[in-house]
């Protein structure tokens, strides 16, 4: 990432099981500022029924591991109504987030989309699904909790503190243009939003 301003943000998102404490701090040196952990969740059964066979401890520990390093900002993603999950496997993801207090916690809402084997099972009726109703009633009482620890809401799926938030997000919104590079990156520029074609 050299050559690029030092005021900018530089984000990277990365997968617990892909990243150990030495990879991480490599990312920083070269100038990341800003790291997202894809959590999605913390516990076992509703992980790997995503099709994420990996340990949810190592969650736990990139997301540690990336605060230990330095980054300005730690991101953990979580998702809100997976397949199988339910209120109390989520209120868990929420305490764990709490504990660990990274910059930005970012809860997504869970969307099946059509080329995804979840969208497959969905056409088949076969996907055990959370419902709308239950994922806005468990966004609500994320809200509250992340308050209490010092989050502020910043927009329908990101709460910072501690000079955490979301200056991608933010920059499409304004109509500033960002550069993404990799599998799933998104760009925008202002006459164009640039992305992979289910989205």
Do not use: C
């Amino acid at each position: 990432v050299g050559g690029f301003a030092e005021d900018i943000e530089k984000a990277i998102e990365t997968s617990p099981d892909l990243v150990d404490r030495d990879k991480l701090q490599a990312i920083r040196d070269i100038g990341f500022n800003r790291v997202s952990v894809g959590v999605q969740t913390f516990d076992e059964r509703v992980l790997h029924y995503t099709g994420r066979h990996y340990n949810p401890k190592l969650g736990y520990q990139a997301t540690k591991n990336a605060l230990e390093v330095g980054f300005p900002n730690v991101n953990v993603d979580i998702i809100i109504g997976l397949p199988n999950s339910t209120k109390e496997t989520f209120l868990t993801d929420i305490t764990l987030v709490q504990e660990l207090s990274p910059h930005t916690v970012t809860l997504y809402q869970d969307m099946t989309r059509p080329i995804t084997r979840f969208g497959k099972m969905q056409d088949m009726g076969i996907l055990p699904s959370v419902s709308p109703e239950q994922i806005y009633d468990w966004t609500e009482i994320a809200d509250e909790l992340l308050a209490q620890e010092g989050y502020e809401r910043q927009s329908l799926t990101a709460w910072a503190k501690n000079g955490g938030g979301y200056e991608q997000g933010d920059n499409i919104y304004k109509s500033i243009p960002i550069l993404g590079i990799g599998a799933g990156a998104r760009s925008h520029a202002p006459n164009g939003h640039y992305s992979t074609e289910y989205t």
